[in-house]
């Protein structure tokens, strides 16, 4: 079969005969449908050579035709974070994450643990079920950063994890601001239901974007004693002002996903893009076969010309 890795030629589309006998017989097999270029894979691909197939962003059948998106870490289940329905917090989820410690989505099948197999809402396309699972990470974000109802907020950034942050909120009854640098982005959260505007004074800040400037932005406008949500992941250190303790603004930080009110938020951002089709029509914006993974991943660093690349089989 067909498997997208980092070597040390690039992204290469490398023939992988999968796991060994034995090895599958407490795993299920999934025929990949769709997998997503994440802006962290880009990132992983710049540390260098990898043995692993990427891809954490997936979905696609089971071998008794079962549609599912695959919950892309496998955590112990036995810790106190586990127990308490902190998934994500536990210790050993990094080690047995797919498309980074273990092999991905990013091939014409992948091995998971049964329990990481969800099947998906009737109403939802395998084709673009791999949002399920950005979608659940900006779903965690809003429920973390503790956004209710008639609470004014502010989205920094637009690219896939801040439009699946508009839809998010928009689903839970919330207009949010958006601040974009790039028009094609802009255009695409205002389609999704937001405004293309900044003003100050706001109850809560959700900062998909993940740089200084952006940090910087969001303790300026989040009101004395608001709230900044970190949704993008911070690839390099920042640092904060005296104006952010002046004002005892709360920063908090959200890491994949896990459980809100007693449900998992993987299997609740499936739901919510089964409700909202507009989703993958505006964040999906190329669709590339997986033999052309290179190109998908050329195009996927150029931010001015996409927001979702997706590799299809």
């Known amino acids: 079969m067909r498997a997208v890795r980092n070597t040390e030629d690039g992204i290469r589309?490398?023939?992988?005969?999968?796991p060994g006998p034995g090895v599958t017989d407490d795993l299920v097999r999934v025929s990949v449908a769709s997998s997503g270029i994440c802006g962290s894979d880009l990132?992983?691909?710049s540390f260098g050579p990898s043995p692993v197939t990427l891809g954490h962003e997936f979905a696609g059948h089971l071998d008794d035709g079962t549609r599912v998106a695959v919950l892309p870490f496998a955590p112990c289940g036995g810790c106190d974070r586990c127990r308490a329905g902190a998934v994500q917090q536990c210790p050993s989820a990094l080690a047995h994450t797919y498309g980074i410690s273990r092999d991905g989505g990013m091939a014409d099948a992948a091995w998971v643990a049964p329990g990481c197999a969800r099947p998906l809402p009737d109403a939802l396309p395998v084709e673009d079920a791999c949002l399920v699972e950005p979608l659940a990470v900006a779903?965690?974000?809003?429920?973390?950063?503790g956004v209710q109802p008639g609470m004014r907020v502010l989205v920094i950034g637009a690219g896939p994890i801040g439009?699946?942050?508009?839809s998010a909120l928009r689903s839970e009854g919330t207009v949010?601001?958006?601040s974009a640098r790039r028009p094609r982005r802009l255009d695409a959260a205002v389609r999704l239901g937001a405004r293309p505007s900044v003003a100050s004074e706001y109850d809560v800040v959700l900062d998909a974007a993940g740089t200084q400037e952006s940090m910087d932005t969001a303790c300026r406008l989040a009101r004395p004693g608001g709230t900044v949500g970190v949704l993008g992941s911070f690839w390099s250190p920042v640092?904060?002002?005296l104006g952010w303790q002046l004002k005892e603004v709360t920063v908090v930080p959200a890491y994949t996903y896990g459980h809100h009110g007693g449900r998992s938020e993987f299997d609740a951002a499936a739901d919510l893009l089964a409700?909202?089709?507009a989703l993958a029509e505006v964040v999906i914006t190329h669709r590339v076969d997986l033999s052309d993974a290179p190109e998908a991943f050329r195009l996927a660093a150029d931010r001015d010309a996409t927001i979702k690349v997706v590799l299809v089989t």
């Not at 589309?13 to 999968?18: A, I, K, L, Q, T």
């Not at 779903?139 to 950063?145: D, I, K, Q, S, T």
């Not at 439009?163 to 508009?166: E, G, K, S």
């Open 139 to 145: 779903l965690h974000g809003v429920h973390r950063a």
């Open 239 to 241: 640092t904060v002002g």
């Open 43 to 45: 990132h992983l691909v």
């Open 176 to 178: 949010p601001d958006v």
């Open 13 to 18: 589309v490398v023939s992988d005969e999968g």
């Open 163 to 166: 439009l699946c942050a508009v």
């Open 275 to 277: 409700r909202s089709p």
